[in-house]
């Protein structure tokens, strides 16, 4: 008896998808700096579609259908050109969404910079500065988000 794998394959990409795009927040400082960010929508496009490649590649005899495999591979290598120019170009970004991804952005500077081992008074000091600065910056954006969400 033949199984039909192909959706529990894009079923692993999908619940995949969600645990990649959430884990990629894990590292900010505070949950209210936490964003949707078109760019790491992007990147988790561009991580899924190697997944998807190695997935077909390792289990290859549970995914026999070329003609399925070969549109798979067609539709993951344009999803991917696509994405990628949509992300270098940051087409649909905007005043919102790009502090929306800034936010995140700034708060991973802020984590690093607060609990780094650093012992070097300088290094230091430019963390402390760094951690200043993000978190006066996030303020401003945060205040600036607000007001342009609120115009007619």
């Known amino acids: 008896m033949q199984h039909n794998h192909y959706p529990k ?21 505070e949950w209210d700096h936490v964003y949707f960010s078109l ?9 899924i579609v190697p997944m ?3 997935m077909l590649g390792f289990m290859g005899s549970m995914y026999p259908k070329r003609w399925v495999n070969l549109f798979i591979g ?11 120019f949509l992300m270098r170009t940051q087409s649909f970004v905007g005043d919102i969404r790009w502090m929306e991804a800034m936010i995140p952005h700034h708060s991973i500077a802020i984590l690093t910079s607060e609990r780094a ?9 430019l963390a402390d500065d760094i951690i200043t600065a993000q978190k006066r910056e996030i303020g401003e954006m945060k205040q600036m988000i607000k007001r342009l969400k609120e115009q007619p």
Do not use: H
């Not at 394959?9 to 400082?29: A, E, K, R």
């Not at 067609?74 to 990628?84: H, K, S």
């Open 117 to 125: 081992n650093i012992q070097d008074p300088e290094v230091r000091k």
């Open 9 to 29: 394959f894009f079923l692993t990409l999908g619940v995949s998808f969600v645990v990649m795009y959430v884990v990629m927040y894990l590292n900010t400082y």
């Open 74 to 84: 067609g539709a993951g290598t344009m999803l991917f050109v696509v994405v990628y």
């Open 39 to 47: 760019m790491r929508f992007y990147m988790t496009c561009l991580m």
């Open 52 to 54: 998807a490649f190695i």
